[in-house]
Nanobody, 122 residues
Framework: QVQLVESGGGSVQAGGSLRLSCAAS????????MGWFRQAPGKEREFVAT????????SYTDAVKGRFTISRDNAKRTVYLQMNSLEPEDTAVYYC???????????????WGQGTQVTVSS
């Protein structure tokens, strides 16, 4: 059974940093692209970042470019989201997602984590 468990969320002031982790089990982690999405109160879930199976290709939503970095450690079966220069608008529940293949395709999701709350105060 595939499990994705996020951790690292919390409350920070604007300008601060957090690093989210998503530990995977029950799958050959290195075969799959991974990603991060977020959902703010009253809003739809939105794309944040993706990373290919090898880590060689990444993509970001414009709102986080230059501030967030997605990375992965296939040996540890973990994907990370380093978040710097956090803004109140980044407040949301952040979800880890596993894609069906090694390259992320829109809506081609295979599994979701339970989410971790990030709260940024001004």
């Amino acid at each position: 059974q595939v499990q994705l468990v996020e951790s690292g969320g919390g409350s920070v002031q604007a300008g601060g940093s957090l690093r989210l982790s998503c530990a995977a089990s029950g799958l050959t982690f290195s075969n799959y692209a991974m990603g991060w999405f977020r959902q703010a109160p009253g809003k739809e879930r939105e794309f944040v970042a993706t990373i290919s199976w090898s880590g060689g290709s990444t993509s970001y939503t414009d709102a986080v470019k230059g501030r967030f970095t997605i990375s992965r450690d296939n040996a540890k079966r973990t994907v990370y989201l380093q978040m710097n220069s956090l803004e109140p608008e980044d407040t949301a529940v952040y979800y880890c997602v596993r894609y069906q293949t090694g390259w992320p395709k829109p809506a081609d999701f295979a599994a979701w984590g339970q989410g971790t709350q990030v709260t940024v105060s001004s």
